[in-house]
């Protein structure tokens, strides 16, 4: 199985910059994967780590390390649509279809 | 175009009903499953088709029976639901098979009160 952590709750001013983190356990790693839910609305993927390093797709990048079993999401140039919760996940070698979630982390951006 | 989507957006129904919650895609993606997600919660897995062949089950009680017509469709049927069931219900699809990325989509999802 897998043990996800992430924050429960961070709130930043409109034009910074935040980094959520998400730590995991796992028995055999296959991909991490954010995902950006507001408030009633269904998931939106925002990014896919398997190998060890950082991505980066606009305002938002994301980063691996497998040995630490460590994840972060980065959003830059804050903007108040960025208010969401950001989902971590995690897939297991083994069950391609089987994603772990974690809590969730809210993200309040304030003016 | 990673469009997910399903009907009915929302759903009150009583304990006694039958109803059904579809889903449909057409990114020829022949993974497709069920989530259900309670209030500040992740989302919980449920069923899980691949290739039209139920995958996973979740230990999901037999009040919620999935079906999967073909590719592009995905139904749940609900009936003698508790209140307890209330929740939103994600419909998601992805490419089915090993080593790919197999990114998830996610519908919008159908609220559901069980009264």
């Known amino acids: 199985g897998q043990n996800i952590d992430q924050p429960t709750e961070m709130t930043a001013t409109e034009g910074a910059i935040v980094q959520i983190n998400c730590t995991y356990q796992?028995?055999?790693?296959?991909?991490l994967f954010w995902y950006q839910q507001h408030a009633g609305e269904a998931p939106t993927f925002l990014s896919y780590?398997?190998?060890?390093g950082l991505e980066e797709k606009g305002r938002f990048s994301s980063f691996l390390s497998r040995s630490k079993g460590y994840s972060y999401l980065l959003l830059k140039e804050l903007q108040m649509k960025d208010s969401a919760s950001y989902l971590c996940?995690?897939?297991?070698?083994?069950?391609?279809?089987?994603?772990?979630f974690g809590a969730g982390t809210t993200v309040t951006v304030r003016a | 175009d990673t469009e997910v989507t399903q009907t009915p957006k929302h759903l009150v129904m009583g304990m006694t009903n039958k109803k059904s919650l579809k889903c449909e895609q057409h990114?020829?993606?022949?993974?497709m499953y069920w989530y259900k997600q309670k209030a500040k919660k992740p989302p919980e897995l449920m069923f899980v088709?691949?290739?039209?062949?139920?995958?996973i089950n979740e230990s999901v009680p037999s009040r919620f029976s999935p079906e999967c017509p073909n590719s592009s469709l995905l139904n749940l049927h609900l009936h003698a639901l508790q209140p307890e069931d209330s929740a939103l219900y994600l419909c998601?699809?992805?490419?089915?098979?090993?080593?790919?990325?197999?990114?998830?989509?996610f519908g919008p999802g159908t609220r559901l009160l069980v009264l």
């Open positions: 796992t028995s055999g790693f296959n991909g």
């Open positions: 990114m020829g993606h022949r993974a």
């Open positions: 996940a995690v897939r297991d070698r083994g069950n391609d279809y089987k994603l772990s």
């Open positions: 998601a699809s992805s490419r089915a098979g090993t080593g790919g990325v197999n990114t998830q989509y």
């Open positions: 780590n398997v190998l060890d």
């Open positions: 088709y691949s290739y039209e062949k139920l995958s």
